[in-house]
């Protein structure tokens, strides 16, 4: 294999780790703060890809740059709907018995699902690769595709983002607050439910962005949320549940993967990434940058 | 439930049910008598899956993997083999226990989500095998004409031999439950501590619990393998592990008979919903929520609301 | 055991022997079971199988039925998945009192449920399957094919290729397969015709993506990284739309000339316009290619199923079906019963008459000989998605199937 495939395969890699970014950070967050794990996260991200094909071309079809419209203003639909769903059920199972947090979660995606397939039908939908990014760059003598180009800069963009949310800002410190010591948060005056609130919104915002940013690459069909949650829990347990730097750390090594896997052993790429998922699991089940205190307490 | 605890109210629920079970190929349709021994095969599973989950607290993802063990090596004997079919039955959840034990003894290690996620690791793993071994299990192609001998073959003769296993795994998982094992498990589940306290060695009955659960999943998958003639696996996904876990949430996962309820209500309901409508997903999907929201006990949990009142403040 | 337990125990035993106290139906409709899947990624397929058949059964049944008695369809959602289709065949058999079973889409359900009907000794019409092990290997007397199967797709696709493109220029082959059953069938059959009909091939790279997959980039980058110059492919539905989509701006098409037996079916194609970018010139195969035919029976046919279905395409599936229930009816008037042995007997090697010419059903594996056209894709005139513009018909339609005895040495093993 040379050098100039090689290369090409890390760039490859480092976009479809992106993505994998955009829907892994969103459970990520939600399982670190509020201790759930939402396995509708997944239905979310395939509401926003059908949301991005819906609005570009129903709502918006006539106006050029639409795809950009819709990444700014359909997150905001699958946040505010994370949001009641968190207000009307989610809230009501903290702290229960983690079988009733899977399968609830499990309920709500599966109502998700075919509330798209009700609305929007059962066809595989198009989206094309927005202007600019559409076309390829010749990198190295070969050609990549535009389109990972804006898949860096989102991952990053969402990547710092987050980061200084959660740093720089008082509202990242009211969450660090709560994610640390929801009680202490409490008894300080910390309005705990409505923090919960948004970051449950903030997650879902998240998957509606990483659904409609790979709405263009991937195909916008029913069914298309199961590969990805599976996708999702690796990145999170081999990343460290509730961290940031973690998802990021996992999914680009996801993303490697996937793309050096089809050079090497493409047959076993599928078994190695559960295989990782368990060896960390058994090794250091906080992941590779999870906060060990905090699974100290948990086992 | 005081009333179930005791063994003589048991003795007789098994036999109404088995009065009912053995009239019901004289009065019932075909179709219904195998329906009747899918919801059997699906609530040894379901029951197996509770001694780990409602008795033991372990909450276990990856049900379908146990259970896609026996169903396979029972499989690929009677196909592949001239291996005499109750070896080959046993041979199932022999396996699949054995398999556990090694699983298993790497999932008591950690607890909670990631215990869960853990056994859900090991599940996909198992089945990604399975799916790729062409030679052995004929992948996504399934292993098809899974003969089973004369005398239990054909809808009502298996339906029996479904009925005899079902039985008898009920009656040993009923011994084991009250068993002082039984106890110490529950033990763990309320307070694994305190348990430790007492001197009990918490990994080890933990993981005797999953390895038992695992030999009663591996059995269903076996039975399944016989009664379906051909297994593929579409039948051993994560689908399969969530049926068995919402059966057991269904039924009740702190009685014992729950997932039998919960078996016999979630085939029914699953043949009844896809005759009315094709969004079954979406009334699945709001049962689960209803019942994860009100009903925690499930449907024997509600039964025993109205049937068995209460004095003030127990459970 | 105290009062109430004995009534509830007593009650639930009452519900439980309610079902068999429905009486049977009414002797009188022939009953036709249709397993479809409603649920999933390949629920666009299923709508159009049905399509075809409750047309048939309409205009059936608007002409006073078969042998007086009226055709019932009853429609049940197979999922996707082999356990819930055999138990809703079963259903359809023991409790309905089907008398027919046409349909199942997927090849992993269609093995199971041949299975069972085998057992049932009912006749089973498959529509849309194409694994050739369910007629060839697993095949028996009661299972039928109305629809091509992946060897004659294989062989048609090869064939256009051989014609249209010089043999220097299609000698180094790469190879790109989804890795489960279908895609390693592809593999091993298109590079065994291959090899037949261009000796100096030589395989360059043989890529293996996991179902599910949908970032193509690194296996695109591998391909063009490569010397090879024909790629042969078996993705289809949404993953060969976001294949294309992908290899297109990174010169794949420009590179490679592509064979692809399963790619541009249209219920994915239908969404597509001018604007979209679209692999023109791809060789890929055309089922029922009703908008080249100039038969006016299969205008008429393609609007009956267009308008039934509110779509803007007719599946070539609809026209599968179609012909099923017709040849039924043909083999119930002729036997003067519905009697499953006999019309099994009418049936084997008969020539049934289509919009494509006349097509042999095949006494050896019960396999309608369907023609499969294929040609190169673009756009026509009236249609605004991508087609195969001029559909090639196969010079030998039987040599594109595997042949009897290679069936039976199959059998034999």
């Given at each position: 294999?040379n050098l100039?495939?090689?290369?090409m395969?890390?760039l490859?890699?480092?976009?479809s780790g992106?993505?994998?970014?955009?829907?892994?950070v969103?459970?990520?967050i939600?399982?670190g703060?509020?201790k759930v794990?939402n396995?509708a996260h997944?239905a979310?991200?395939m509401l926003g890809?059908y949301l991005?094909?819906?609005v570009s071309h129903t709502?918006?079809?006539?106006?050029?740059?639409n795809?950009?419209?819709?990444?700014l203003?359909a997150p905001i639909i699958?946040?505010?709907?994370?949001?009641a769903?968190?207000r009307l059920?989610?809230?009501r199972?903290y702290?229960l018995?983690?079988?009733?947090?899977?399968?609830?979660?499990?309920?709500?995606?599966?109502?998700?699902?075919d509330s798209v397939?009700f609305?929007w039908?059962r066809e595989v939908?198009n989206?094309?690769?927005?202007?600019?990014?559409?076309g390829?760059?010749?990198?190295m003598?070969?050609?990549?595709l535009?389109?990972q180009?804006?898949?860096?800069?989102m991952?990053v963009?969402?990547?710092?983002?987050?980061?200084?949310?959660?740093?720089k800002?008082?509202?990242?410190k009211?969450i660090?607050?709560v994610?640390?010591?929801q009680?202490?948060?409490?008894?300080l005056?910390?309005?705990?439910?409505?923090?919960y609130t948004?970051?449950?919104?903030?997650g879902?915002?998240?998957a509606?962005?990483?659904?409609?940013?790979a709405?263009p690459v991937?195909?916008?069909t029913?069914?298309?949320d199961?590969?990805?949650?599976i996708?999702?829990?690796?990145?999170?347990?081999?990343?460290?549940?509730?961290s940031?730097?973690?998802?990021?750390?996992?999914s680009i090594?996801m993303g490697?993967?996937n793309?050096?896997?089809?050079?090497?052993l493409p047959e076993?790429?599928?078994?190695?990434?559960f295989l990782?998922?368990a060896?960390?699991?058994i090794?250091?089940?906080?992941g590779?940058m999870?906060?060990s205190?905090?699974?100290k307490e948990?086992? | 439930?005081?009333f179930?605890?005791?063994t003589?109210?048991?003795?007789?629920?098994l036999?109404a049910?088995?009065?009912f079970f053995?009239?019901a190929?004289f009065?019932?349709?075909p179709?219904w008598?195998?329906l009747?021994?899918?919801?059997m095969i699906l609530s040894?599973?379901?029951?197996?899956y509770n001694?780990?989950m409602?008795y033991?607290?372990?909450v276990s993802?990856?049900?379908?993997?146990?259970?896609a063990?026996?169903a396979?090596?029972?499989?690929?004997l009677l196909v592949?083999t001239?291996?005499?079919?109750l070896?080959?039955?046993?041979?199932?959840?022999?396996?699949?226990?054995l398999?556990?034990?090694?699983i298993?003894?790497?999932c008591?290690?950690?607890?909670?989500?990631y215990?869960?996620l853990?056994t859900?690791?090991f599940?996909q793993i198992?089945?990604?095998i399975i799916?790729?071994?062409?030679?052995?299990?004929g992948g996504d192609?399934?292993?098809?004409?899974?003969m089973?001998?004369?005398w239990?073959?054909?809808?009502h003769?298996y339906?029996?031999?479904t009925f005899l296993i079902?039985?008898?795994s009920l009656?040993?998982?009923w011994k084991?439950?009250?068993s002082?094992?039984?106890k110490?498990?529950q033990?763990?589940?309320?307070n694994?501590?305190?348990t430790?306290?007492?001197?009990i060695n918490?990994?080890e009955?933990?993981l005797?619990?999953?390895?038992?659960?695992?030999?009663?999943?591996g059995?269903?998958?076996?039975?399944?393998?016989g009664?379906?003639?051909?297994?593929?696996?579409?039948?051993?996904?994560?689908?399969?592990?969530t049926?068995?876990i919402?059966?057991c949430?269904?039924?009740?996962?702190h009685?014992?008979?729950?997932?039998?309820?919960?078996?016999?209500?979630?085939?029914?309901?699953?043949?009844?919903?896809?005759?009315?409508t094709?969004?079954?997903a979406f009334?699945?999907?709001?049962?689960?929520?209803?019942?994860v929201l009100?009903a925690r006990?499930g449907?024997?949990g509600?039964?025993?609301k109205?049937y068995s009142p209460r004095?003030i403040?127990s459970k | 055991?105290?009062?109430?337990?004995?009534?509830m125990i007593?009650?639930?035993?009452?519900?439980?022997?309610?079902?068999?106290l429905?009486f049977a139906?009414g002797k009188n409709?022939?009953i036709?079971g249709n397993?479809?899947?409603?649920s999933?990624?390949m629920?666009?397929y299923?709508?159009?199988?049905?399509v075809g058949?409750?047309?048939?059964i309409e205009?059936?049944?608007s002409?006073?039925?078969?042998?007086?008695r009226?055709l019932?369809?009853?429609?049940?959602d197979?999922?996707?998945n082999?356990e819930?289709?055999v138990?809703?065949?079963k259903?359809?058999?023991?409790?309905?009192k089907a008398?027919?079973?046409?349909?199942?889409?997927?090849?992993g359900?269609a093995l199971a449920v041949?299975?069972?009907?085998?057992s049932?000794k009912?006749?089973?019409i498959?529509?849309?399957?194409?694994?050739?092990k369910?007629?060839e290997?697993k095949?028996?007397?009661y299972?039928?094919?109305?629809c091509?199967?992946?060897s004659?797709?294989?062989?048609?696709v090869l064939e256009v290729?051989s014609?249209?493109?010089?043999k220097n220029?299609?000698?180094k082959?790469c190879?790109l397969?989804?890795?489960y059953?279908q895609g390693k069938?592809a593999y091993?059959?298109?590079?065994?015709?291959?090899?037949k009909i261009?000796?100096?091939?030589?395989l360059v790279?043989a890529?293996?993506?996991?179902?599910?997959t949908?970032d193509?980039?690194?296996?695109?980058?591998?391909?063009m990284?490569?010397?090879g110059?024909l790629?042969i492919?078996?993705l289809y539905g949404?993953?060969?739309?976001?294949f294309a989509k992908?290899a297109i701006?990174?010169?794949?098409?420009k590179?490679?000339?592509?064979v692809a037996?399963?790619?541009a079916?249209?219920?994915?194609t239908?969404?597509l316009?001018k604007d979209?970018p679209v692999p023109?010139g791809i060789?890929?195969?055309?089922?029922w290619p009703y908008?080249a035919?100039?038969n006016p029976e299969?205008s008429?046919?393609?609007?009956?199923?267009?308008k039934?279905s509110?779509?803007?395409y007719?599946s070539?599936?609809?026209?599968g079906?179609y012909?099923?229930v017709?040849?039924l009816?043909?083999?119930?008037?002729?036997v003067?019963?519905v009697?499953?042995?006999k019309?099994i007997?009418y049936l084997?090697g008969?020539k049934?008459?289509?919009?494509?010419?006349?097509?042999l059903?095949?006494?050896?594996?019960?396999?309608?000989?369907w023609?499969v056209?294929?040609?190169q894709l673009?756009?026509?005139?009236?249609?605004t998605?991508?087609?195969v513009?001029?559909p090639?018909?196969?010079?030998?339609?039987?040599?594109?199937y595997?042949?009897?005895?290679?069936?039976?040495k199959?059998?034999?093993?």
């Amino acid at each position: 294999m040379n050098l100039q495939l090689a290369f090409m395969q890390l760039l490859n890699g480092l976009g479809s780790g992106m993505i994998i970014f955009l829907v892994a950070v969103g459970l990520s967050i939600i399982f670190g703060t509020l201790k759930v794990l939402n396995l509708a996260h997944a239905a979310f991200y395939m509401l926003g890809a059908y949301l991005c094909y819906w609005v570009s071309h129903t709502v918006l079809s006539n106006i050029s740059g639409n795809f950009w419209i819709t990444l700014l203003l359909a997150p905001i639909i699958t946040a505010i709907f994370g949001g009641a769903l968190e207000r009307l059920i989610i809230r009501r199972i903290y702290g229960l018995n983690i079988m009733y947090q899977f399968i609830l979660t499990f309920g709500i995606s599966l109502v998700i699902a075919d509330s798209v397939k009700f609305l929007w039908g059962r066809e595989v939908k198009n989206m094309a690769i927005p202007y600019p990014f559409d076309g390829s760059i010749f990198v190295m003598g070969a050609n990549l595709l535009k389109y990972q180009l804006f898949l860096y800069i989102m991952g990053v963009s969402i990547y710092i983002g987050l980061l200084l949310l959660l740093h720089k800002t008082k509202l990242g410190k009211l969450i660090r607050a709560v994610t640390h010591n929801q009680e202490m948060a409490s008894a300080l005056g910390i309005n705990v439910p409505s923090v919960y609130t948004g970051i449950f919104m903030l997650g879902s915002w998240l998957a509606g962005i990483a659904g409609i940013v790979a709405a263009p690459v991937t195909s916008i069909t029913l069914g298309m949320d199961h590969v990805v949650l599976i996708q999702c829990f690796v990145v999170v347990v081999i990343g460290g549940m509730g961290s940031l730097s973690g998802a990021f750390l996992g999914s680009i090594i996801m993303g490697l993967i996937n793309s050096f896997g089809i050079i090497f052993l493409p047959e076993l790429a599928l078994v190695f990434a559960f295989l990782l998922m368990a060896i960390i699991l058994i090794i250091r089940p906080f992941g590779l940058m999870g906060e060990s205190e905090e699974a100290k307490e948990k086992f | 439930m005081d009333f179930l605890q005791k063994t003589k109210n048991f003795q007789w629920i098994l036999m109404a049910l088995s009065i009912f079970f053995l009239l019901a190929p004289f009065i019932l349709q075909p179709g219904w008598i195998s329906l009747i021994s899918e919801i059997m095969i699906l609530s040894i599973a379901a029951c197996g899956y509770n001694l780990l989950m409602g008795y033991t607290g372990m909450v276990s993802f990856g049900p379908a993997g146990q259970y896609a063990l026996g169903a396979y090596v029972t499989g690929i004997l009677l196909v592949r083999t001239s291996a005499p079919f109750l070896l080959a039955f046993i041979s199932g959840p022999i396996f699949a226990a054995l398999v556990s034990i090694v699983i298993g003894w790497f999932c008591v290690r950690r607890t909670e989500v990631y215990f869960s996620l853990l056994t859900l690791a090991f599940a996909q793993i198992i089945y990604t095998i399975i799916q790729k071994w062409y030679s052995l299990t004929g992948g996504d192609d399934g292993l098809v004409g899974i003969m089973v001998p004369s005398w239990c073959s054909g809808i009502h003769k298996y339906y029996i031999f479904t009925f005899l296993i079902w039985v008898i795994s009920l009656f040993c998982l009923w011994k084991i439950v009250n068993s002082p094992f039984g106890k110490v498990l529950q033990g763990i589940r309320e307070n694994p501590r305190r348990t430790e306290f007492i001197s009990i060695n918490v990994k080890e009955y933990q993981l005797r619990a999953f390895v038992i659960s695992s030999f009663f999943l591996g059995l269903a998958g076996s039975l399944y393998s016989g009664f379906n003639g051909s297994i593929f696996p579409a039948n051993i996904d994560v689908i399969k592990s969530t049926d068995i876990i919402v059966v057991c949430l269904l039924g009740g996962m702190h009685r014992f008979f729950g997932p039998v309820v919960g078996a016999f209500i979630y085939i029914f309901l699953n043949k009844l919903i896809a005759n009315y409508t094709e969004y079954w997903a979406f009334v699945l999907g709001t049962i689960i929520i209803i019942l994860v929201l009100q009903a925690r006990g499930g449907v024997s949990g509600l039964l025993e609301k109205i049937y068995s009142p209460r004095i003030i403040g127990s459970k | 055991m105290s009062k109430k337990m004995k009534i509830m125990i007593l009650s639930g035993l009452v519900i439980f022997l309610l079902p068999a106290l429905t009486f049977a139906q009414g002797k009188n409709p022939i009953i036709i079971g249709n397993p479809n899947t409603f649920s999933g990624v390949m629920s666009m397929y299923g709508e159009g199988t049905a399509v075809g058949l409750e047309v048939a059964i309409e205009e059936i049944n608007s002409r006073g039925g078969v042998l007086g008695r009226p055709l019932k369809l009853i429609k049940r959602d197979d999922r996707l998945n082999p356990e819930v289709g055999v138990r809703e065949v079963k259903d359809l058999i023991l409790n309905e009192k089907a008398d027919f079973i046409i349909g199942v889409l997927s090849s992993g359900v269609a093995l199971a449920v041949s299975e069972y009907c085998k057992s049932a000794k009912k006749i089973l019409i498959i529509m849309a399957a194409r694994s050739t092990k369910i007629t060839e290997e697993k095949g028996h007397r009661y299972v039928f094919r109305y629809c091509s199967n992946f060897s004659a797709r294989d062989s048609a696709v090869l064939e256009v290729a051989s014609k249209i493109w010089p043999k220097n220029e299609t000698d180094k082959v790469c190879q790109l397969n989804l890795d489960y059953e279908q895609g390693k069938n592809a593999y091993d059959d298109t590079m065994a015709k291959w090899k037949k009909i261009n000796p100096d091939m030589k395989l360059v790279s043989a890529l293996w993506p996991p179902l599910g997959t949908t970032d193509w980039a690194p296996y695109i980058s591998k391909l063009m990284a490569s010397e090879g110059n024909l790629l042969i492919h078996s993705l289809y539905g949404g993953a060969w739309l976001a294949f294309a989509k992908q290899a297109i701006p990174m010169g794949l098409y420009k590179k490679f000339h592509v064979v692809a037996s399963c790619a541009a079916d249209l219920e994915t194609t239908n969404v597509l316009t001018k604007d979209s970018p679209v692999p023109q010139g791809i060789v890929t195969i055309a089922e029922w290619p009703y908008w080249a035919l100039k038969n006016p029976e299969a205008s008429r046919l393609a609007e009956r199923f267009m308008k039934k279905s509110g779509k803007n395409y007719a599946s070539p599936h609809a026209y599968g079906g179609y012909l099923a229930v017709y040849s039924l009816k043909e083999a119930i008037e002729a036997v003067k019963a519905v009697d499953t042995e006999k019309i099994i007997n009418y049936l084997e090697g008969k020539k049934i008459e289509t919009t494509m010419g006349s097509m042999l059903l095949r006494k050896c594996d019960h396999q309608l000989l369907w023609p499969v056209y294929a040609g190169q894709l673009g756009f026509m005139e009236g249609i605004t998605w991508p087609v195969v513009k001029e559909p090639h018909r196969p010079q030998n339609i039987e040599a594109t199937y595997n042949s009897c005895e290679e069936i039976e040495k199959l059998r034999k093993k």
